[in-house]
């Protein structure tokens, strides 16, 4: 009998922790997908030749979003590629997506030449570099992070640290996803596909 009542009572106990852990689930989705519909990051920067560039431009396209540095050895490269692959892929679609590669070292960026490297990824890519209070005024509506990091190893003796994400906004201007760093061209085309 002490056997069958204690069966019952942690089923009990599994019952309501599963429905406890269903409820505090829900509590916690809805206010994030609240935040992420309204979530809209802007940004004002300038590309190489000076010329003032905010998200507000792009309305009605996708925007894959991109925040890097021209010295970046690895991911930033990496991801540039996969972008590339992207635009390839889309074919006639790709008119209705603008990649961006915003830079969070402008004045090295600048004098490095910001067109000459993404263009050696895509020509539609577009690097924007501006001022350190509009750089940082973007990766703050981003919600994201950079800093520079001293290392002696390093050109001019310094790196940039930053989040790796690859960012998507949507045509009206709001954030839809962030896919991670290594996120293979394939799979990013494939949530593309599914939007346009």
């Not at 994030?32 to 190489?48: H, N, Y």
Request: charged share 20%; glycine share 8%; with cysteine.
């Amino acid at each position: 009998m002490r056997l069958r009542t204690l069966r019952i009572f942690l089923w009990l106990a599994v019952a309501l922790a599963g429905l406890g852990a269903f409820f505090l689930y829900q509590r916690q989705a809805e206010p994030v997908t609240q935040i992420s519909q309204a979530f809209r990051p802007e940004f004002t920067l300038p590309d190489a030749q000076g010329q003032p560039h905010s998200s507000a431009d792009f309305r009605g396209k996708y925007q894959l979003i991109f925040f890097g540095f021209t010295n970046c050895p690895d991911v930033c490269p990496t991801t540039l590629s996969e972008v590339a692959q992207v635009m390839d892929d889309l074919g006639s679609d790709a008119d209705k997506v603008q990649p961006l590669f915003i830079s969070i070292d402008p004045e090295r960026d600048r004098k490095l030449g910001l067109d000459a490297f993404t263009e050696a990824f895509h020509p539609a890519i577009l690097g924007l570099a501006g001022d350190d209070a509009a750089t940082r005024a973007a990766a703050d509506s981003f919600r994201i992070f950079f800093e520079r990091e001293d290392d002696a190893a390093a050109p001019d003796g310094y790196t940039m640290s930053h989040s790796p994400g690859l960012y998507l906004i949507g045509p009206e201007g709001d954030w839809l996803r962030q896919y991670t760093y290594g996120t293979p061209a394939s799979e990013i085309l494939d949530d593309l596909n599914t939007r346009l």
